[in-house]
């Protein structure tokens, strides 16, 4: 028997039955996909949190408890992919709560999620192949097809971004409830007692109905199924199982509650009425799939991010429209005279379809849309190459599911950080603004600034309206010490997109540097207006507060930190500055071990405690503090300044001048060290080695009275009484109450007038 059948031919009673299959063997073939998959993703486990699963993982407060269960259910909306996808969002507050943010308990999740579909398929493939209108040609060797199908799919790399990009658990986890779906329709139709696995059957749908929206054509591929395999017609499908599919349909409505609840257009990031043509998108989904159906019998290059790719021009667009055009036709000619095909073409077209219809502003080509739809291209390819060879082909097909493998193996090692991944997808695709602002954000983040700064210019270049780039770009000019230059960047992001956060928090961060404080803080709290979860806001709010001597104000900004990121290291070690400030040193000391264990090689961390534990007069434990900060970050001035004042307070001047020295040397208009440097040589009696550092200091601080008297008294220790006295007078302008500098004023006057009746 061929895959031919007319639609009206249904299937019989007196069909003999396929040779059962012994259970041991079935659970042997499941044992062996299971193993495959462990091993094509054995190297994924320590991938980090990449793009989109830190606003949905890591910094998702809603996945923090799983009781009550409503927080959950409730994910955070705005865009991100949990948004209007409670089912998911729930998954990951089950992660949450067996390992908190560790990155290998989801990265398990999603693997034992994938090698559960894997398997839901090879049952799906497997029990299909014996019912009547496919047993005679595959019954006997429905177990290895089948097995054959699952493999090639488990193993296949255009899935690793379902897997290993583990915020798409929302694909993989909503591809295993549509098998679900299936499966239990089929296990009904083949049992005698149904009841129960029509009832799973519903119940796999409701949850992907509230995993990922594509769940929404299953109703429509079951019935599909039903009138191809089982059924026979669809009038005979409705009349046999009439309550079952109003059941089915009513999973809409929960479905088309939440999207409604999300917006109805996934918070502007998919859907209509979000400035993007329909028409323009669509016309670059035919060559999308087309793409799909490339990398499904030829997986390369695969790319994590294909950027927004408009159609462009007729010429550019007929030959992919030749080949999706022939294969909508060809589907709809298959539904009527060979059904099975029909339904294998449905399954790939239909599943592909909400998300390649619905326009969005990035996402016109993305790999992991063909979760599911894969299925479909791999069950044709075995089924003809089985044809054309019989069990002879077995070996060869086995051969590819092992090279798919190794292939996915491979491509897992794309994701072992964020700097790989997007030089990864920068080399595959060059003109990619988003990559290049991705790859400059995470070259940043490795403290390889002057390259940074170059991929930001490459984005600028691609998308000079970019505000990200803008964004990314003063951040990185801001780190690197030129804060001047990285001002127009954040002011040009803030025109550009005033209501996003980051624009608010970076600008704050340049301003602080700048010495800007007051500006800086009320940046930070327009950040914390627009998105309250900025954990950074929070931390650099504090961290300004303490500065502006409101410690209790800044505990309660970084204990805010820490609860919306755990494991926040710098607001764990800037809670304990402020704590220490507070006079809460116990407290103090647990914040900084937390901190410690989180990130031992922070060294502005233990620069920060190096100074608390100074200003608490615990020098002895102060010192270690600065020197592994100087280790770690050798060329830091303010590390230097600091230490030689710890040093200086603890009596060992010597030591002190060392360190005052070389945050000069580092920084060479440093005012403060500069005096502290003129105040090292008075200590040890060596005024004449202070006075051209008091003179620096005070060139760069004109309007600083305590520096100005300074110079003052090395210039009257001197004997120049009279440069003093002029200088002392400098002091009163500067300010006229300062009393000092009255008192020194009038004893220099005193001396002159002295020395004038002696001549």
């Not at 327009?526 to 409101?550: S, T, Y």
Request: proline share 6%.
């Amino acid at each position: 028997m061929s895959l031919r059948r007319k639609a009206t031919d249904t299937p019989t009673t007196t069909d003999q039955p396929a040779p059962a299959t012994p259970r041991r063997t079935v659970m042997l073939a499941g044992t062996l996909l299971a193993l495959a998959a462990l091993a094509a993703y054995s190297n994924s486990f320590s991938g980090p949190f990449v793009y989109d699963d830190l606003p949905s993982i890591p910094e998702n407060t809603t996945i923090r408890h799983l009781w009550p269960p409503r927080d959950a259910l409730s994910p955070p909306a705005g865009g991100l992919t949990v948004g209007g996808r409670p089912v998911l969002n729930y998954s990951f507050a089950l992660n949450y709560a067996l390992g908190g943010v560790r990155v290998q308990g989801f990265h398990l999740a999603n693997l034992l999620i994938h090698a559960l579909a894997g398997l839901a398929l090879f049952g799906l493939v497997r029990r299909t192949l014996v019912q009547p209108t496919l047993r005679g040609r595959f019954g006997e060797d429905a177990l290895p097809l089948a097995l054959t199908v699952a493999a090639l799919w488990t193993l296949h790399p255009l899935q690793t971004e379902s897997v290993t990009y583990l915020v798409q658990r929302a694909e993989s986890l909503m591809g295993l409830f549509y098998l679900l779906t299936l499966y239990g329709f089929i296990r009904a139709v083949q049992s005698g007692k149904p009841g129960l696995f029509y009832v799973l059957s519903v119940a796999a749908c409701l949850l992907g109905m509230g995993t990922k929206e594509v769940m929404a054509s299953a109703p429509l591929m079951v019935l599909l199924y039903d009138r191809t395999f089982a059924a026979g017609t669809f009038g005979a499908a409705w009349r046999l199982r009439r309550a079952y599919y109003l059941a089915l349909a009513a999973t809409w409505i929960p479905l088309g509650l939440l999207v409604a609840g999300n917006g109805g257009n996934r918070g502007g990031s998919l859907g209509f009425g979000i400035g993007v043509s329909w028409w323009d998108h669509t016309l670059t989904q035919f060559e999308a799939i087309t793409r799909y159906l490339q990398l499904s019998v030829w997986p390369h290059p695969l790319a994590f991010d294909y950027g927004a790719t408009w159609a462009r021009g007729a010429a550019g667009i007929l030959p992919y429209l030749v080949i999706v055009g022939a294969l909508v036709v060809g589907t709809a000619f298959a539904l009527r005279r060979r059904p099975v095909l029909g339904f294998l073409g449905a399954w790939f077209l239909v599943i592909l379809a909400p998300t390649s219809l619905l326009p969005g502003p990035t996402q016109m080509i993305v790999e992991h849309r063909m979760y599911l739809s894969l299925a479909a291209v791999l069950a044709l390819l075995v089924a003809g190459i089985w044809q054309a060879g019989g069990r002879r082909s077995l070996a060869a097909l086995l051969v590819m599911a092992a090279v798919l493998g190794g292939l996915t193996f491979r491509r897992n090692l794309d994701y072992r950080s964020n700097l790989a991944l997007w030089q990864d997808t920068v080399a595959k695709r060059p003109g990619n603004a988003i990559a290049h602002c991705n790859l400059g954000a995470a070259l940043s983040a490795a403290g390889r600034l002057p390259e940074a700064l170059a991929e930001f210019e490459i984005t600028l270049k691609l998308d000079p309206e970019n505000p990200e780039a803008h964004i990314n770009l003063g951040e990185a000019l801001s780190k690197a010490g030129q804060a001047a230059e990285a001002m127009p960047h954040l002011l040009k992001a803030m025109q550009r997109a005033p209501n996003i956060a980051e624009s608010h928090l970076n600008l704050g961060a340049a301003l602080d540097r700048l010495g800007r404080t007051e500006e800086a803080r009320q940046h930070y709290e327009q950040a914390l207006q627009i998105k309250p979860e900025l954990a950074d806001a929070h931390n650099n709010l504090g961290d300004v507060l303490l500065r502006l001597g409101q410690p209790d104000a800044a505990i309660a900004q970084l204990g805010e930190a820490i609860r919306l990121r755990p494991d926040y290291a710098g607001a764990h070690y800037n809670l304990a500055v402020a704590l220490a400030k507070a006079g809460r040193m116990p407290e103090a000391e647990a914040e900084f071990a937390t901190g410690r264990r989180l990130k031992p090689d922070d060294a502005a961390a233990r620069h920060g405690w190096g100074t608390a534990l100074t200003n608490a007069g615990r020098f002895a434990e102060a010192f270690p503090e600065f020197e592994l900060s100087l280790q770690l970050k050798p060329d830091d001035p303010v590390t230097h300044y600091d230490y030689g004042t710890a040093l200086a307070a603890a009596g060992r001047l010597p030591d002190a001048l060392v360190h005052y020295t070389e945050a000069v040397r580092l920084r060479p208009e440093y005012p403060e060290a500069l005096n502290n440097l003129g105040n090292t040589f008075i200590m040890l009696g060596r005024n004449a080695e202070a006075l051209p550092h008091y003179q620096a200091s005070f060139r760069l601080r004109p309007d600083n009275v305590a520096i100005s008297n300074n110079l003052g008294l090395t210039l009257a220790r001197l004997g120049r009484m009279q440069e003093a006295a002029t200088q002392f007078a400098t002091s009163l302008r500067i300010d006229p109450n300062n009393q000092e500098a009255r008192d020194y004023l009038v004893h220099a006057q005193a001396e002159l007038q002295g020395g004038a009746q002696k001549k």
